[in-house]
């Protein structure tokens, strides 16, 4: 492969949702550009690999653990948000980054994969990149796997400055599995966004919750975060006749419903696993959709 970039090891260290880990996520995807990342190389034979699409904050670490618990041989690759979506040139639709990052894997190589999955916004994004393919190819669309996802509901508004702003923080801290933020009191989201992030740094330091983020680090974050809402917003998922799976965090609010509703052909398949939206990446649930996704 020519352009695709191979993740960092993945040692202990690497994967615990640690400020040194966050910090060297944040460095490698801002140098690096976004685009297929390779987690896993695949052995002869093993097929197409299995495509993660990034979650609204632009990034893929999240699914180094999800990587590693993955059965040999199957290789797995990821696509980290680039330029159309963290840059400064107009923003795209949903289906036009869903089209931007199929062609990003036929740049690779790859004409389908073997299933395209995602957590949160990433399952939006591989929802429709899936629906693509099956309108776009003579091959059958590869099944979907919608890891906690939800579109965005219809009966909701836009949020406003000060919601974006705490959603992301509630975001970052939630997926680094830093409980709460009781330190960050309500003025803080009325902030211009740059005075915000530095805000929100400096009152989670005085309370010992480093991220080992700058705020400069949290600002390139937060316009991917901030653009990827609007992007979600204005997306309305279309009807799909391939396969679908969700896993449902029981204790999350996303709702298969709306996905069900989108089933043109097959059953959508729900499988519902232990604690939140945050901890289905985690062990000990991060295995359960592992074995949920090397069973498809």
Request: charged residues 20%.
């Given at each position: 492969?020519s352009?695709a970039?191979?993740?960092?090891?993945t040692?202990?260290?690497?994967?615990?949702?640690?400020?040194?880990a966050?910090l060297?996520?944040?460095?490698?995807?801002?140098?690096?550009?976004?685009?297929?990342?390779?987690?896993?190389?695949?052995e002869?034979?093993?097929?197409?690999?299995?495509?993660?699409?990034?979650?609204?904050?632009?990034?893929?670490?999240?699914?180094?653990?999800?990587?590693r618990?993955?059965?040999?041989?199957?290789a797995?690759?990821?696509?980290?948000?680039?330029?159309?979506?963290?840059?400064?040139?107009?923003?795209p639709?949903?289906?036009e980054?869903?089209r931007h990052?199929?062609?990003?894997?036929?740049?690779?190589?790859?004409?389908?994969?073997?299933?395209?999955?995602?957590w949160?916004?990433?399952?939006?994004?591989a929802?429709?990149?899936?629906?693509?393919?099956?309108a776009?190819?003579?091959?059958?669309?590869?099944?979907?796997?919608?890891?906690d996802?939800a579109?965005?509901?219809?009966?909701?508004?836009?949020?406003?400055?000060?919601?974006?702003?705490?959603?992301?923080?509630?975001?970052?801290?939630?997926?680094s599995?830093?409980e709460?933020?009781?330190?960050?009191?309500?003025?803080t989201?009325?902030l211009?966004a740059?005075?915000?992030?530095a805000?929100?740094v400096?009152?989670?330091?005085?309370?010992?919750?480093?991220?080992?983020?700058?705020?400069?680090?949290?600002?390139?974050?937060?316009?991917?975060?901030?653009?990827?809402?609007?992007?979600?917003?204005?997306h309305?998922p279309?009807r799909?006749?391939?396969?679908?799976?969700?896993?449902r965090?029981?204790?999350?609010?996303?709702d298969?419903?709306p996905?069900a509703?989108?089933?043109?052909?097959?059953?959508l398949?729900?499988?519902t696993?232990?604690?939140?939206?945050?901890?289905v990446?985690?062990?000990?649930?991060?295995r359960?959709?592992?074995?949920?996704?090397?069973a498809?």
């Amino acid at each position: 492969m020519s352009g695709a970039r191979t993740a960092p090891p993945t040692g202990a260290e690497a994967l615990s949702p640690t400020k040194r880990a966050l910090l060297e996520l944040m460095r490698s995807r801002r140098a690096a550009g976004g685009g297929v990342v390779v987690l896993r190389d695949g052995e002869p034979g093993a097929g197409d690999p299995l495509v993660l699409v990034h979650p609204i904050g632009g990034g893929v670490f999240c699914y180094a653990e999800l990587g590693r618990r993955l059965p040999p041989g199957r290789a797995v690759w990821a696509i980290a948000a680039d330029g159309l979506l963290d840059g400064a040139g107009p923003e795209p639709t949903l289906a036009e980054l869903a089209r931007h990052y199929r062609e990003l894997l036929a740049s690779e190589g790859l004409r389908t994969p073997a299933a395209v999955a995602g957590w949160s916004f990433g399952g939006v994004v591989a929802h429709e990149m899936a629906r693509q393919w099956s309108a776009g190819t003579d091959r059958p669309a590869p099944p979907v796997v919608l890891i906690d996802s939800a579109p965005w509901p219809e009966e909701a508004g836009a949020w406003t400055p000060a919601e974006t702003l705490r959603a992301f923080v509630e975001d970052l801290l939630g997926w680094s599995g830093t409980e709460g933020h009781p330190a960050l009191t309500a003025s803080t989201w009325e902030l211009p966004a740059v005075d915000a992030l530095a805000s929100t740094v400096s009152q989670l330091r005085l309370n010992g919750r480093d991220l080992g983020l700058s705020p400069a680090d949290l600002h390139v974050k937060y316009r991917v975060f901030e653009r990827a809402t609007r992007v979600m917003r204005a997306h309305r998922p279309a009807r799909h006749t391939g396969p679908v799976t969700m896993i449902r965090a029981a204790d999350s609010p996303a709702d298969p419903e709306p996905w069900a509703a989108l089933a043109d052909g097959p059953d959508l398949a729900v499988v519902t696993v232990p604690g939140d939206h945050f901890g289905v990446l985690r062990d000990p649930v991060v295995r359960r959709v592992a074995a949920t996704l090397a069973a498809i």
